[in-house]
């Protein structure tokens, strides 16, 4: 009796211990992974975009990373591209020449009916640097590699 109660113990234990586990990694799709370094930031950059017949004239705009969420008012206007959550692969601190460097790369998909978008980007410090893709169907039919620097604050009087 008393090993049938140990052994029943011990399947109750495993049991609850899988079960937490594969409740612990789930996440939300489509929930962003925000950043403390990236949230609130705006980042003055240049898009160029990369076409069969060479490179277009530089584009000035404005990319605003805020509530989980990577929002770029050229691409909105170009290519109806939305806001979308961003997702962190890298966040890592180094040493390099006696500095302190903070480097930080994200992905972005967004998918609507058969049109997706996709951002890609590397911050480092205050410099940011990446492409952005519209694909129909998964080829490719925009692209638009970008660099830029973070907009400074307004100075306080």
Not at 30 to 52: H, I, M, P, R
Not at 98 to 123: G, L, N, P
Request: net charge positive.
């Amino acid at each position: 009796m008393i090993h049938i109660s140990i052994v029943k113990s011990a399947i109750f234990g495993i049991s609850l211990v899988i079960a937490t586990a594969g409740m612990a990694q789930k996440k939300d799709k489509g929930k962003s992974d925000k950043s403390k370094f990236l949230e609130g930031k705006k980042y003055d950059v240049q898009f160029t975009e990369k076409k069969a017949t060479g490179i277009g004239k530089p584009l000035p705009s404005l990319i605003v990373i805020k509530a989980g969420n990577i929002q770029c008012d050229l691409m909105e206007e170009k290519l109806t591209a939305p806001s979308m959550a961003y997702k962190v692969t890298v966040d890592t601190t180094y040493m390099a020449d006696e500095d302190s460097v903070h480097k930080v790369t994200f992905i972005s998909d967004f998918t609507e009916e058969k049109i997706s978008y996709k951002w890609e980007a590397t911050i480092t410090d205050y410099e940011i640097e990446g492409v952005f893709l519209q694909l129909r169907s998964g080829v490719e039919k925009k692209r638009f590699e970008f660099q830029g620097q973070e907009k400074a604050g307004k100075s306080k009087k």
